[in-house]
C-alpha cells in the first residue's frame, strides 16, 4: 500500500528561523515526489516537483531534497516569514505516463510567530 | 490558485438532497482530478477524468457519486443522497498532458450536511 508520513505534525519557529520538514514514503513505482504549501481555506499550491535523478530543487527559501534511495524527501525553509505560516504537504506520484497517482501525506503545520 | 475555478466555494445540503460541484481547470488543462480532504487528514484521490473520459475512478464511492468532464462547460461531481459523512472539502485538480507536470488547485468546495 503506498503511503507518505510527514513530521513533524506541527511546528512553530520564530521569525526569521530557518526550519526542516521531513517525508518518509513508500510508493512504487516512484514517478515524482512534490511538496505542496497549504493555506487555511485555500488549495494546494506546487512548491517543487522532483523526479527519481533530482537530489534537490530551490523555490526562493524553499529548498528540497530527495533520497530515493532511502526514500527520504525534505523541505528546508531560510529565513522563515509570517506568510509562511501554513501546512506543507509532501505527495507522491506512483504510475506510468498517462496515469499519474498521488499519495498525500497529512502535512506539517507550521507556525511562524513574531 | 489563480486559474482552476471552483464553485461554490461553501455548500449547504440537508441529508437526501442532491450536491453539485463544478469546477474549471486551467487554460489549456484537459486532465482534472478531484480529491476530498476530511478535517486533520490528507486529501485523498477520487476520479481522474480527461475531456469526455473517465480514466480512474478508484478512488470514488460506488454509490452515490458521479463525475463528467463533458467537451464543453467545467467538470461537474455529483454527490446524490447526501448524507452525514459526505461533509468536507471537495479539491479539483487540473494539469497539462505530460507526466512530471504539477497539478494546479482550485481553492476547494466545503460541502456541510445538515
Known amino acids: 500500500k503506498n503511503q507518505v508520513e510527514q513530521s513533524p505534525q506541527s511546528l512553530i519557529i520564530l521569525e526569521g528561523k530557518n526550519c526542516t520538514l521531513q517525508?518518509?514514503?513508500?510508493?512504487?513505482?516512484?514517478?515524482?515526489l512534490r511538496w505542496y504549501k497549504q493555506d487555511t481555506g485555500r488549495g494546494p499550491v506546487s512548491l517543487t516537483i522532483?523526479?527519481?535523478?533530482?537530489n534537490t530543487k530551490s523555490n526562493g527559501r524553499y529548498t528540497a531534497t530527495l533520497d530515493a534511495d532511502t526514500k527520504q524527501s525534505s523541505l528546508h525553509i531560510t529565513a522563515s516569514q509570517l506568510s509562511d505560516s501554513a501546512s506543507y504537504i509532501c505527495?507522491?506520484?506512483?504510475?506510468?505516463?498517462?496515469?499519474?497517482?498521488?499519495?498525500f501525506g497529512t502535512g506539517t503545520r507550521l507556525t511562524i510567530i513574531p | 490558485n489563480a486559474g482552476v475555478m471552483q464553485n461554490p466555494r461553501h455548500l449547504v445540503r440537508r441529508r437526501g438532497q442532491e450536491a453539485r460541484l463544478r469546477c474549471s481547470p486551467m487554460k489549456g488543462h484537459s486532465h482534472v482530478y478531484w480529491y476530498r480532504q476530511l478535517p486533520e487528514e490528507g486529501l485523498k484521490f477520487m476520479v481522474y477524468l480527461q475531456k469526455e473520459n473517465i480514466i480512474d475512478e478508484s478512488g470514488m464511492p460506488k454509490e452515490r457519486f458521479s463525475a463528467e468532464f463533458p467537451k464543453e462547460g467545467p467538470s461537474i461531481l455529483r454527490i446524490q443522497q447526501v448524507v452525514r459523512g459526505d461533509s468536507a472539502a471537495y479539491f479539483c485538480a487540473s494539469s497539462r498532458q505530460d507526466t512530471n507536470q504539477p497539478q494546479h488547485f482550485g481553492d476547494g468546495t466545503r460541502l456541510s450536511i445538515l
Open positions: 517525508c518518509n514514503y513508500t510508493v512504487s513505482p516512484f514517478s515524482n
Open positions: 522532483m523526479t527519481f535523478s533530482e
Open positions: 505527495v507522491v506520484s506512483a504510475g506510468n505516463f498517462g496515469n499519474e497517482k498521488l499519495t
